[in-house]
Structure formats: C-alpha cells, structure tokens
C-alpha cells in the first residue's frame, strides 16, 4: 500500500507540474480568440480615429515595420516617423479587420493577418494586407513586428479562418535554434532553388502576402513556392538571406525572425544593391518536428 500510495504521490506532482495537453490546448484556444478579438477591436477604434493614432495604438514600443528602401524602423517613435513620410496619413481613417490568428502553447505570443482599407481625405480608398506578430503583456496584447502590403482590387474572402492551435508543448520547452532554420531555408535555395526550398520550409497552412497583383493571400507553401520561383534560376538563387534577431515563445513552438535579404549579384553599375527588410512567423507542430514558415 505504501508503495502505491508513493506512486500516485508522484503522478500527482507530476500532473500539478505540468499542465495536460488538454489544459494546454483550452487556454490556447482563449488566448487564440482573446488575440482576435483584440486585433478585430483595435480595427474597428482606428476607422473612428483621424491619422496614425488608431493604428499605432496596436504597437509595441519596440515594434519593429519594414520600410522597403530604408531597412528597418525599429521602436514605436520610429516607426510613427517612418509612416509620416507620407503627409496623407495625418488625415486618413485607417481600419482592418483580421481573417486568422495563430497562437504559441504557452499563450503569451501570436500572430494575425487580414485586411485593412486606408481612406484618405479626398474620398478615395486604398486596399492593404497585413500580417502582425503579436506578445501579450500585462495590458493585453501589442504588435512587435507589423507590415501591410498594397492588393489589387478585387473581391476577397473575409470570413473569419479557425485559429492555428498548437501540438502539445509544455509551457517552457527547449527548441531548436530559429536563426539556424533562417539559415538552412537560405543555403538550400543556392542549391536546389528558390522555389523548391520555400516548398521544403513550408506546409500547408503557410501563407504569404502575395504581391500587388494578388487581392488575397497566397496559402500552401507549393503555391507560394510557384509565386517566388518566377524570375528564378532553377537549380539556385538571385537571393540570399538570414535573421538579425529571433523572438521565440518559452513553449518554443512560436518564433519570429527579424533580418535583411541580400541580393547575389551586384547592380549592373557594379553597386552593391540594398538590403530588403523580412520578418517571418515559424512554427513547429509538435515538440519532434522542425521549424517551418507560417506566415510572411
């Protein structure tokens, strides 16, 4: 009897330690919609704001946008700068609504992406997607890295997608090195193509925000793997790429990479040709499986 009783003391501990994946999974699923909602309300309060105040109330003081052209603005005062090379803005009423959310296991990191519309003054309009990484603090949740991309006109899908919910992850998990995953997803293109790596690093639940051309996302890592691969050489790359800095949730299922893509080949007057700012959303699916994009 004591023997059993010293068992059943130890799966106790063991169960009070560490919370079941079923635990996991239903704070997961809140954080996911807690997530959604607060990206769906910070939206709906920019369309009534004039200028950037509604939609830099989404970041965080060191968020950090891409500005093609100029790398990096990094920290909310910089990027409020970056945005007011624009002088329209002060006056435009910019709203969004998210179309999916993805969260990490231990709740405290995610990602959503949607569409936004900017209305200037002059009554014209302008079609936006976006995609934001998010970190929630004590006052709820704040962007830490943001971009939007132009779309073409046209009729996209605005329902709401079911959340990307995690595998079963302990709430701090060791995880394998997201810069070294930037890196490998870089050095297979010089081998086996652009394409081909971006359908090796991918799944199906990959998205990419398309270019211009594109009203809605591209999803599946094939198709994005055919939308980069145009221009491309076959068994290489005109790119090459790696992270400047990683954040990665203590479940180490969520992690977002921060850095510059460089070209391979200098300009045709022999100057070397800008860096291009990138971040992208990883994520693995299970504590065995390896890094793989989710959202850029």
């Known amino acids: 009897m004591h023997v059993i009783a010293v068992a059943a003391l130890a799966v106790w501990m063991l169960a009070g330690a560490t919370p079941a994946p079923a635990q996991t999974t239903a ?35 060191e968020v950090s946008v891409p500005v093609p052209g100029k790398g990096f603005a990094r920290g909310k005062t910089e990027v409020i700068a970056a945005l007011r090379a624009n002088p329209a803005l002060d006056s435009a009423r910019i709203d969004w609504a998210p179309v999916r959310a993805g969260i990490s296991a231990d709740g405290s990191q995610g990602f959503t992406y949607g569409f936004m519309t900017q209305r200037l003054a002059d009554g014209s309009t302008q079609p936006y997607k976006y995609l934001a990484y998010w970190r929630r603090d004590t006052e709820g949740w704040h962007a830490i890295a943001w971009k939007r991309a132009r779309r073409a006109d046209g009729k996209v899908d605005l329902a709401e997608q079911a959340p990307l919910l995690p595998g079963a992850f302990a709430p701090e998990a060791p995880a394998p090195a ?55 050489p076959a068994g290489g790359s005109t790119l090459n790429w790696s992270a400047d800095r990683v954040v990665v949730a203590a479940s180490g299922d969520l992690g977002l990479s921060i850095g510059h893509i460089r070209f391979n080949e200098r300009a045709e007057d022999g100057s070397e040709r800008p860096a291009i700012p990138f971040f992208t959303v990883w994520r693995r699916a299970a504590p065995d499986q390896p890094w793989r994009y989710i959202a850029e």
């Open 178 to 232: 997201l810069d070294l995953a930037e890196k490998a997803f870089s050095d297979d293109a010089q081998t086996i193509g652009l394409g081909p790596a971006f359908a090796k690093f991918g799944n199906a639940d990959s998205m990419n925000l398309g270019g211009a051309a594109n009203a809605g996302f591209v999803f599946g890592a094939e198709a994005i793997a055919r939308l980069v691969s145009e221009g491309q």
């Open 27 to 61: 704070l997961a699923r809140q954080r996911a919609d807690e997530l959604l909602a607060a990206d769906k309300a910070l939206g709906s309060a920019s369309a009534k704001t004039d200028g950037l105040a509604g939609l830099t109330a989404a970041f965080a003081e």
